[in-house]
């Protein structure tokens, strides 16, 4: 499978615990992005690499949220002092080079905190 | 107001109808257009990207209209397998994040 691929599926976790998600993106592609995704509404972007560089964060993205790419292939998302808010299911996507191009979503990271 | 703005739905419909979608975007800026599937607890999937000139593939047509900041998406000939959300989706900057629409349920029925 070349997809993208992100670990763990699901993640269950009690408020306060930190928690982290991997993220594999398509080989090629250079761009990598994390969406976050609620019951009822479209994905919302989180942040976005090209390589290594990290160029964009959206407000979403809260202190308690760090996002790396460090070798620019895969990337890792983690939550700290997890909130109840913060249940949703985290979505990571690629991007070959170029302008005006397609992003390919992994399945998922569903985190659920109880 | 939502950057981009889609009727929830749901659509119900039979098999073998014709069915459109719409949506609306906010940021005259928009560089490019997407429609993306999705079905429930799976990731999106693309569907199609949305040319300026229209564009079909198969059952699907989409059509885009820049000067109303408008765009559309018609299944023709439904089958049972299109029963899923379909995502209005927007790049407001080449490269760079894509802003969803709230999506359209679509379920089609025998």
């Known amino acids: 499978d070349t997809g993208v691929s992100q670990n763990p599926r699901h993640k269950i976790t009690k408020r306060g615990q930190n928690v982290t998600f991997r993220c594999d993106p398509i080989?090629?592609?250079?761009?990598l992005y994390w969406y976050r995704q609620t019951l009822g509404q479209g994905p919302e972007f989180l942040t976005y690499?090209?390589?290594?560089?990290?160029?964009?964060k959206s407000r979403l993205l809260s202190d308690r949220f760090s996002a790396e790419r460090p070798k620019g292939s895969f990337s890792t998302l983690e939550i700290q002092r997890t909130e109840q808010g913060d249940s949703a299911m985290y979505l990571c996507?690629?991007?070959?080079?170029?302008?005006?191009?397609?992003?390919?979503f992994g399945p998922g990271t569903r985190l659920t905190v109880t | 107001r939502k950057e981009v703005e889609q009727d929830p739905g749901p659509f119900n419909v039979p098999e073998g109808a014709t069915v459109a979608f719409n949506c609306t975007y906010s940021n005259s800026a928009s560089q490019s257009f997407f429609w993306y599937r999705q079905d429930c607890r799976k990731e999106p999937k693309l569907l199609m990207s949305?040319?300026?000139s229209g564009n079909e593939d198969g059952r699907f047509t989409a059509q885009l209209n820049r000067a109303s900041q408008y765009i559309s998406l018609l299944i023709r000939d439904s089958k049972l397998s299109d029963s899923a959300t379909y995502l209005c989706v927007v790049n407001p900057r080449a490269g760079n994040m894509l802003t969803f629409g709230g999506g359209t349920r679509l379920m089609v029925k025998p």
């Open positions: 080989s090629e592609h250079n761009r």
């Open positions: 996507a690629s991007s070959r080079p170029g302008a005006l191009v397609e992003q390919y």
């Open positions: 949305v040319y300026s």
């Open positions: 690499f090209q390589n290594e560089a990290q160029l964009e």
